[in-house]
C-alpha cells in the first residue's frame, strides 16, 4: 500500500562518495561532481533523482566546504543536471585562482587530485513515501520530491581522511599550513535525531565509556581529524551512544562548556562559531528553544545560566583535578608499555616458570581486551577532567564513575589513594600477571 509522507520543514544533509573529473583545460579549474545517486544510503534512504527541484539552488548556486555558512563559499556550480538514464544528480563546479581565494584553491587541487572526493547535499524533503523490507518493517524513507539548498565538498569524518590529507603533504599537493587550515575544520555538522524527553538525564562519562570513535563522530560537536580514533579528540558529545538520540541536558552541558561554563572547552577559536550553530539548530529545531547568544559572558552570568547543570555532574577539586592529569600522564606510559608487549619490544613480560610445562604466549586478542579496559578508565578519567574546578567541590567528587582498581579509591576520604607511579606499576603488574596467566 502506498502511503505519502509530508516532512517537516528542516534542512537535510545527505553525503555521497563522488565522482570527479576534469572538464576542459586545467586553467578553466572546472570539476565535474556526481552529487547524488539513488543508491541507498547508510539511513537507509533513497533519494529519486527526478525528485531534486533546483530551480531556487540555481539562483545562488555557491559550494560551501563541510556546510560552514560562516566561511566563504570555495566555488560556484556553473552546471547542474539530472542525468536520468544513470540515476545521478551531476554539477559542474568552478573553482577561485589562488589568488582570488588560496583556501578554495586548495580545495581544488586535493579534489582534483582524488584527495576530497565526497560531497553533501543539503535540502528539505517536500515528499516521502516509506521504505518496507520483505517483512513489512520500516528500513528508511524514499524521498520523492526535495529542494536543494546548497552543496558541500566535505572531508570525510574519519581517520583516512587525516591519512589522506598526510599523503597529500608528502607529495607535495598541500603544504604544513594547507593541512593544518584542512583538518581544523572539524566540526561535526548538524544532523536531526529523534529526541528524549527534556528530563532524561545525562551522564556523559557513561556515553563516552560505552561509546566507539564511529560513534563519537556523531554524537559529538567537534573533534580533532589528524586523531579521529582517540576518544579525546572528541568533544561535547550531547547524543546517546546506543541509539544516537539527543539528550536535552546533554545540549545544554554542552552550550554551556563552549562558552565557558564549568572551565569552558579546547577547541580553536576558530571553529567555535561552527559549534555554537550546531547545538543552537538543536535548541531551535529539535527542543523549541532560543539559545544564549554566541558571545563572551561573565562567571555570575554563566553561573545563572547553567548552574542547574553543572549540579547534575560531577565537580572536583583543584588537588584531585591535578591528580587525575598524573593518571592520565600514567595512562598513557602504561599504554605504551602494551604497545611494546604487543610488538615484541623491550616491554616484553617475563617468561612463565616451567614446571608444568611452558605456558602458551598470550593471544593479540586477549592483549587487545586488556588495553580496550585501559582506553575505557581513560576516558572516564577524562571526561572527570573536563569538569568544574571549586575549592570546595572535594566531597562532590563521584569517584565511583571511574572504574580504577580498588586499592586507588579511599571512599572514606574520598580522595584518590594511591600514587601515579603506584598506580603505573600496579596496572603493568597487574598486566603481566594476566598475561603469564597469574589472575
Known amino acids: 500500500m502506498f502511503i505519502k509522507e509530508v516532512i517537516i520543514m528542516e534542512k537535510?544533509?545527505?553525503?555521497?562518495?563522488?565522482?570527479?573529473?576534469?572538464?576542459?583545460?586545467?586553467?578553466?579549474?572546472?570539476?565535474?561532481?556526481?552529487?547524488?545517486?539513488?543508491?541507498?544510503?547508510?539511513?537507509?534512504?533513497?533519494l529519486e533523482i527526478n525528485g531534486w527541484e533546483l530551480e531556487n539552488y540555481k539562483r545562488s548556486p555557491v559550494i560551501l566546504f563541510g556546510h560552514d555558512y560562516q566561511s566563504l563559499p570555495v566555488g560556484k556550480c556553473i552546471g547542474i543536471y539530472k542525468d536520468t538514464d544513470n540515476r545521478k544528480l551531476v554539477q559542474d563546479i568552478m573553482f577561485p585562482t589562488k589568488d582570488e581565494y588560496e583556501f578554495a584553491d586548495t580545495?581544488?587541487?586535493?579534489?582534483?587530485?582524488?584527495?576530497?572526493?565526497?560531497t553533501s547535499v543539503g535540502f528539505i524533503g517536500l515528499e516521502t513515501e516509506p521504505r518496507l523490507n520483505e517483512k513489512g518493517e520500516y528500513v528508511g524513507r524514499k524521498y520523492k520530491k526535495m529542494e536543494l539548498l546548497e552543496t558541500s565538498i566535505v572531508p570525510v569524518p574519519s581517520n583516512p581522511f587525516a591519512t589522506m590529507m598526510t599523503e597529500a603533504r608528502s607529495k607535495g599537493i598541500i603544504n604544513d599550513d594547507e593541512l593544518k587550515e584542512l583538518t581544523r575544520k572539524a566540526v561535526v555538522p548538524y544532523k536531526s535525531y529523534p529526541t528524549e524527553p527534556e528530563s532524561t538525564?545525562?551522564?556523559g562519562p557513561n556515553e563516552i565509556a560505552t561509546a566507539s570513535p564511529e560513534d563519537l563522530k556523531i554524537m559529538s560537536t567537534?573533534?580533532?581529524?589528524?586523531?579521529?580514533?582517540?576518544?579525546?579528540?572528541y568533544k561535547l558529545p550531547h547524543h546517546r551512544a546506543?541509539?544516537?538520540?539527543?539528550?536535552?541536558?546533554?545540549?545544554?552541558?554542552?552550550?554551556?562548556?563552549?562558552?565557558?561554563?564549568?572551565?569552558?572547552?579546547?577547541?580553536?577559536?576558530?571553529?567555535?562559531?561552527?559549534?555554537?550553530n550546531h547545538l543552537a539548530k538543536h535548541y531551535r529545531d529539535d527542543f523549541d528553544k532560543e539559545p544564549p547568544e554566541f558571545r563572551a559572558y561573565t562567571d555570575i552570568e554563566l553561573k545563572s545560566m547553567f548552574d542547574h547543570e553543572e549540579k547534575r555532574g560531577a565537580s572536583i577539586s583543584a588537588k584531585n583535578m591535578e591528580m587525575m592529569q598524573k593518571v592520565m600522564d600514567c595512562m598513557k606510559e602504561a599504554m605504551g608499555i602494551m604497545e611494546q608487549m604487543m610488538s615484541g619490544g623491550t616491554g616484553e613480560p617475563p617468561e612463565p616458570p616451567e614446571e608444568d610445562g611452558c605456558k602458551p604466549k598470550p593471544k593479540s586478542n586477549e592483549i587487545e581486551e586488556i588495553k580496550t579496559a585501559l582506553e575505557k578508565i581513560e576516558s572516564q578519567v577524562l571526561l572527570l577532567c573536563q569538569k568544574s574546578v571549586t575549592e570546595d567541590a572535594n566531597k562532590d567528587i563521584n569517584l565511583d564513575a571511574i572504574e580504577f582498581p580498588k586499592a586507588t579509591k579511599d571512599a572514606a576520604q574520598n580522595e584518590l589513594n594511591i600514587k601515579p607511579e603506584e598506580l603505573k606499576q600496579l596496572i603493568t603488574e597487574t598486566i603481566k600477571n594476566q598475561l603469564n596467566g597469574g589472575i
Open 12 to 46: 537535510i544533509n545527505k553525503t555521497f562518495a563522488s565522482e570527479v573529473k576534469q572538464l576542459g583545460l586545467e586553467e578553466d579549474r572546472v570539476l565535474r561532481f556526481v552529487t547524488s545517486t539513488e543508491n541507498i544510503d547508510r539511513d537507509g534512504d533513497v
Open 107 to 118: 580545495v581544488y587541487r586535493l579534489a582534483r587530485s582524488g584527495y576530497l572526493s565526497s
Open 201 to 203: 538525564e545525562w551522564d
Open 222 to 233: 567537534w573533534f580533532d581529524a589528524l586523531n579521529a580514533d582517540n576518544k579525546g579528540s
Open 242 to 276: 546506543s541509539d544516537k538520540h539527543l539528550i536535552w541536558h546533554g545540549v545544554t552541558a554542552a552550550m554551556g562548556a563552549l562558552l565557558g561554563a564549568r572551565g569552558g572547552v579546547s577547541i580553536p577559536e576558530s571553529d567555535k562559531r561552527g559549534v555554537y
